[in-house]
T-cell receptor, first 109, second 115 residues
């Protein structure tokens, strides 16, 4: 999961396994959510988004799940590859964006 | 279609100097956002601008920081009399016209180091 602070939580995943990254969002009025990937020294890169009228959305190798009851968002990455190593963070929006601190994903061979 | 451009990519300033960070949004985008990121922390919203207007500057320090997005040219984030605590990565994002709840496309960032 995500936390605010100086040390990012880390998820270590073996290459080929599935990854699940969790995010607890704060505002029950949020109606738009995005997952971003940020590699070291680069800007955030859009992965997938979902609006509050959906609870699941699939992309290429990624799936986002939204549980509005408990204000929880997750990102599933299928068949994790070395190139998936990065910091992943969620963003919620209610007209204003707020970003989580992120989860460091480390893919091991 | 070029993405969001930021320059410079790296900027070194001594305490007390001014820092100017530039952001050119994606073609057709009229909304610009500035964020600040400290190591191992998330993005902190600073300011949201549309052409010639500051829409929301609730995340920007009241002193020393200013932002503009003129009718012509890039958006500028200006930090006067920089201090060591201003050292961070500053990211710009843009989104197309319309509601604020649109996907934001990020630039590569400017890494500011204050000596």
């Amino acid at each position: 999961g995500e936390s605010v602070g100086l040390h990012l939580p880390t998820l270590s995943v073996q290459e080929g396994d599935n990854s699940i990254i969790n995010c607890a969002y704060s505002n029950s009025a949020s109606d738009y959510f995005i997952w971003y990937k940020q590699e070291s020294g680069k800007g955030p890169q859009f992965i997938i988004d979902i609006r509050s009228n959906m609870d699941k959305r699939q992309g290429q190798r990624v799936t986002v799940l939204l549980n509005k009851t408990v204000k929880h968002l997750s990102l599933q990455i299928a068949a994790t590859q070395p190139g998936d190593s990065a910091v992943y963070f969620c963003a919620e929006s209610w007209g204003k964006f707020q970003f989580g601190a992120g989860t460091q994903v480390v893919v091991t061979p | 279609n070029a993405g969001v451009m930021q320059n410079p990519r790296h900027l070194v300033r001594r305490r007390g100097q001014e820092a100017r960070l530039r952001c050119s949004p994606m073609k057709g985008h009229s909304h610009v956002y500035w964020y600040r990121q400290l190591p191992e922390e998330g993005l902190k919203f600073m300011v949201y601008l549309q052409k010639e207007n500051i829409i929301d500057e609730s995340g920007m320090p009241k002193e020393r920081f200013s932002a503009e997005f003129p009718k012509e040219g890039p958006s500028i984030l200006r930090i006067q009399q920089v201090v060591r605590g201003d050292s961070a990565a500053y990211f710009c994002a843009s989104s197309p016209p319309g509601q604020r709840n649109n996907e934001q496309f990020f630039g590569p960032g400017t890494r500011l180091t204050v000596l």
